[in-house]
């Protein structure tokens, strides 16, 4: 640690305020608390202490990552931090005083406008957290455009996203919250969808891909769920979305999204970046920002706050959510890598995951006891049959240098031999039989 104050400063400023010591300044604390008894080594020099930590960084053993699971490894150009770790994006806070952060504004204006075209949607707002909380605030907007309380969602729905969506309507006075079980192929059951809707349903959430990589018949659940009255809130991958069906183009109310693998790395789960859109009906029901284009006195084009639904903007009796964060930073890295790759480059990473996740399941399937369990269609992971626990297989795998994947078990009975494997652009050929050749003899 690095402390600017020398010994002498430190004497200055006690005599300033009159007292003789640090000790005598904070005397009303506790000593025990103030002073316990810490055995620490003596203190390093900075040299000391870099090679102390390069020692430990070496003991890591890192894997090769077959994790997906809500949180996915792409490649990111290395024009993406360059540009986003510049001192005016990283020092600039969330914009309160708005039209004074003309590049703040116009960051969060770009971004939006790259989602709505990537979604197909109208309108896209820019301040949530990840993809589980932009659900929820989805779903509770639908609750509050048609009154109705009972929310279907898919059994086959990311666990934690299930999880934040009931915490957020667990104070929304008679929300109730019922699955939609999934079929022998993975998919969402369409005839169990069409027993469960009625004219107390609100909402279904689309979830496609599904947890399970799974991809839906998004127009058949679309007609079913319009039909019966309700909302749709559709739970995309934003890769995806350049070689499937858009939101858009099945007449999604709302759209949300994680938006992490767009030029965010996984690190250690997060941040993440909370993408969330809305057919224009329903603008007003957006927490967060929307950033507009107007023109100031002179003439001169301006980004201006268009609408600002929070807590610390209106009155909150009235506020749509307490969203009160920016993830502009993260909504800055995607914004950079979408303009970078463009629609063409976009469409040909969504290609690669497709590619690399349907070889890897063909190398496993001829793998000796293990088989790809769902026949649905899928995008980048898919779910594997193992002939033991799930969990073994991990635990094995992790001994031969592979994040092997997600075990089911402990979040869907039935499946506890069963391990959700994803391969994205950045697994090789050689890597994937790699993967195959470490099932073998586990």
Not at 405 to 414: E, N, P, Q
């Amino acid at each position: 640690m690095f402390i600017p104050n020398t010994p002498e400063d430190q004497k200055e400023m006690l005599a300033k305020i009159g007292v003789s010591s640090v000790r005598d300044l904070l005397k009303q604390i506790p000593q025990d608390l103030l002073y316990p008894a810490l055995d620490l080594p003596k203190a390093l020099t900075e040299q000391e202490l870099s090679s102390h930590m390069h020692a430990l960084a070496a003991e890591n053993k890192p894997l090769k990552n077959f994790i997906g699971a809500g949180m996915y490894e792409h490649f990111i150009p290395a024009a993406v931090n360059a540009l986003s770790s510049r001192g005016e994006f990283l020092t600039a806070y969330t914009p309160y005083q708005a039209e004074a952060s003309q590049g703040t504004l116009q960051t969060i204006y770009e971004f939006q406008s790259c989602i709505c075209a990537l979604f197909d949607m109208d309108v896209a707002t820019a301040s949530h957290y990840d993809g589980a909380t932009a659900l929820a605030e989805a779903v509770l907007a639908c609750v509050r455009v048609n009154g109705r309380k009972e929310v279907l969602i898919p059994a086959a729905l990311h666990p934690h996203y299930k999880e934040v969506l009931k915490t957020y309507s667990r104070h929304f006075e008679g929300v109730q919250i019922a699955e939609v079980p999934f079929g022998a192929d993975g998919a969402l059951d369409i005839n169990a969808l069409k027993e469960k809707l009625s004219d107390k349903t609100s909402c279904f959430v689309l979830a496609n891909p599904n947890f399970f990589g799974s991809l839906e018949d998004a127009k058949a659940v679309s007609s079913l769920v319009h039909n019966a009255g309700a909302l749709l809130v559709a739970l995309v991958n934003p890769i995806s979305l350049s070689v499937v069906q858009t939101p858009g183009s099945y007449d999604a109310d709302f759209a949300v999204a994680e938006g992490q693998p767009l030029g965010n790395a996984v690190n250690f789960g997060g941040p993440g970046l909370g993408i969330m859109t809305a057919k224009k009906a329903y603008m007003r029901q957006l927490p967060g920002r929307i950033v507009g284009i107007a023109k100031d006195h002179d003439g001169k084009r301006a980004f201006v706050l268009t609408l600002q639904a929070r807590e610390q903007h209106i009155r909150r009796e009235k506020a749509s959510s307490n969203i009160c964060s920016n993830e502009a930073l993260c909504a800055l890295n995607a914004v950079i890598y979408l303009t970078l790759l463009g629609p063409k480059g976009l469409k040909e990473a969504a290609l690669l995951n497709l590619d690399r996740a349907h070889k890897l399941a063909e190398l496993i399937a001829a793998v000796p006891g293990f088989k790809v369990k769902f026949t649905a269609p899928f995008f980048n992971e898919f779910v594997v049959e193992c002939p033991v626990s799930a969990q073994t297989a991990v635990e094995k795998l992790a001994q031969k240098g592979f994040g092997a994947g997600y075990a089911l078990g402990k979040d869907f009975k039935g499946l506890e031999n069963c391990l959700l494997v994803c391969a994205t652009e950045t697994k090789t050929p050689e890597d994937l039989q790699a993967y195959a050749d470490a099932l073998r003899g586990i």
